[in-house]
């Protein structure tokens, strides 16, 4: 069982509880649709970020375009962003371009995504459940800022709020991470199998977040196909 730590808030008037906990084979299910709820991620950073890598594990039979990873800056609302404008195509943005990859029709199922980006050559690369897509370039030279907020379930359109409830997450996430560098293909693979990963800036193994609204923490139910 994970060991969960449960401590104030330090900002007056911040509803909920902080926690800091292994969710190794649990999930968040965002239970309403449309939605005003969301999850707040605590990432350790640093220095702004010139690679990372962010990886997560998605259910849901939303056909509505929906958010899935929203990390803004003050600077930049879409610093990095994973969103689905419809269930067969993925976009992945950086300070607040983006590319676009495309699925097979007829998908319903889990799917674990990760996308990572490097700055020096601007390549980003997107991994569908342990398959690479074909990569695309994406703000060469770019610097993603540190100080960031970062939210599963919503669109940020301004630091940590301007929710639009029809680009809101229902159903279910888990496996999410944030490193700061690209993975190999073989730690992409790894991720997708819930192998053993090297450290990250966020871990669903010791994630540390903040639930806002109607979100609860689950076991899974079953299993991702393998490939």
Not at 160 to 189: C, H, I, Q
Not at 207 to 223: A, F, I, M, T
Request: with cysteine; glycine share 8%.
């Amino acid at each position: 069982m994970g060991r969960l730590q449960l401590w104030l808030p330090v900002l007056a008037g911040l509803v909920g509880m902080v926690a800091q906990e292994d969710l190794y084979r649990k999930v968040f299910v965002f239970r309403k649709d449309p939605s005003d709820a969301f999850v707040v991620l605590r990432a350790r950073l640093e220095q702004p970020l010139h690679n990372f890598t962010v990886c997560l594990r998605s259910y849901t039979d939303l056909t509505r375009p929906h958010s899935l990873f929203s990390y803004a800056t003050k600077a930049q609302d879409n610093e990095i962003l994973l969103f689905k404008p419809r269930p067969e195509e993925y976009r992945f943005y950086v300070g607040g371009k983006f590319v676009t990859f495309r699925l097979p029709e007829g998908r319903r199922d889990w799917e674990h995504v990760c996308a990572s980006w490097e700055s020096a050559t601007g390549v980003a690369e997107f991994w569908l459940n342990g398959k690479p897509w074909p990569r695309k370039g994406l703000q060469r030279g770019y610097t993603v800022g540190a100080t960031a907020s970062i939210l599963l379930g919503q669109e940020q359109d301004s630091f940590g709020g301007g929710f639009d409830l029809y680009n809101s997450f229902s159903g279910e996430l888990t496996d999410v991470y944030l490193w700061d560098a690209g993975l190999s293909p073989d730690k992409m693979r790894a991720a997708f199998l819930s192998l053993r990963l090297p450290p990250a800036l966020l871990a669903w193994n010791g994630l540390s977040y903040e639930v806002k609204g109607d979100v609860v923490v689950k076991p899974r139910l079953r299993e991702a196909p393998q490939p």
